[in-house]
């Protein structure tokens, strides 16, 4: 569908030449990049490290139909109940079948990209439903009315003083709060909400297979809080977080905690396996765990594009893109940007309304470099532009474009007849929109390479 590049390239435009987002970006990045240098200095092999969790990851999705059943059987084990959701509108009728039968009117929901993926937000609000963002960042782009800006920090793009005025304009708060009297009032506004709801969400970051546990990493404590007061609890994540053994969090924690924030170990980092026991005080009395699908086994049954389902979510590739600093997250308008996003949006969305996000990169390969999984990011984004182009997605005007280009190249002597100004004016019509209206188009010499080398070297007559 031409309206989403179409859009995407009129919304990169103008956030490129937005020197305002442009310097917060830069400094916000410049903060995580610090902050991630330190914490990978602290691996004694860090690419021993990646090369390990690749092959973790490898024999996850590899083996996902197995490790997926061998997790649902053992929280089913454990009092919990584990729902398959082949897309977002199932996964959408599956929770407000949940909502129904426990009479739910309140829900916290910490931090998940998942939910994003499926617009929950909305749905429960159009079920009277109301549901309240507990992490920090997310609850910040909530007030807005935004989406997340980042995969990671949700509010990335936001400086400290807009989210002062924005929460001096919705509670009252000095113009002029600190970070910490931000947090405290959020904290004062959020603390009433867990105590009230009747339902919990989250997302995870990892399924345990032969614990049947979820692993949930966070650095504000309110994803375990929304998953202890609540008298239900709802996980909804994407099946391609399995992970075999507990053990395996040995490495991954480390892994995602220094590449997603620089720190040695997130703060909390909770494990659960089924809603409260008779022994226990805590917890909800009922838990479901969504697995969700979405497109994913799409990318499963394309052995090249396999690997995007070991992605941790760790926000690396994002931060270290030039494009993603450039153009900002809203732009990629998916729930997933950077070049992740790239990768993955057209499989899970559609490769013909999200083509356009692989062609959005410089292909300077530091997404692959810095990725602790070692993902091939920027190979994998070269594989979406061919198959588009196998598929016969390409614009009319680029097809028609490389065609004159083809039959140039095949009949030189016929293309040096023509004259050069009006290579130039063709060259112009077809490619100054893609090669962008601020640049010039590199100029068409008035002899050409073969004439030249013809006139340098002349042929002998015999
Ligand atoms: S692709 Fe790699 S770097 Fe990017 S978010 Fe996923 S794990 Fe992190």
Known sequence: MKGASNQFLVDSEAKAFDLFHRETINYNISKYDFSVSQGLSRFFNLENSKKRAFTHKWKAIENLDRYLLEFEQNFNRKGGKVIWANNDKEAREEILQIVRKHGIKTAVKSKSMATEEIELNDFLKENDVDCYETDLGEYIVQLLGQKPYHIVTPAMHLRKEEIAALFHEKFGTPIDSSPEQITQKARELLREKYLSADLGITGANFLIADTGSIAITENEGNGRLSMTFPKVHI??????????????????????ATHGTGQNLTVYNSLISGPKSS?????????????LDNGRTELLGKKELRQGLYCIRCGACLNACPVYKNIGGHTY?????????????????????????SYASSLCGNCSTVCPVKIDLHKMLLINRRDSVKGGLSPWMEKTGWNFWKMGMIHQKLLDKIPFEWKRFFLKVFFQKSWGKKRNLPPIAPIS??????????????
Not at 235 to 254: H, M, Q, S, T, Y
Not at 279 to 291: Q, R, S
């Open 449 to 462: 390479f073969h004439e030249l080398w013809l006139e340098k070297n002349p042929i002998p007559k015999d």
């Open 333 to 357: 308008n998916t729930t997933y940007s950077g070049p992740i996003g790239s990768v993955i949006s057209p499989h899970l969305k559609g490769m013909e309304e999200f083509k356009h996000l």
């Open 235 to 256: 996980a909804l994540v994407g099946i391609e977080k399995v992970l075999p053994n507990l053990a395996d969090l040995d490495l991954f924690w480390p892994l995602l």
């Open 279 to 291: 022994a226990e005080t805590d917890g909800p009395e009922h838990m479901y765990v969504i697995l």
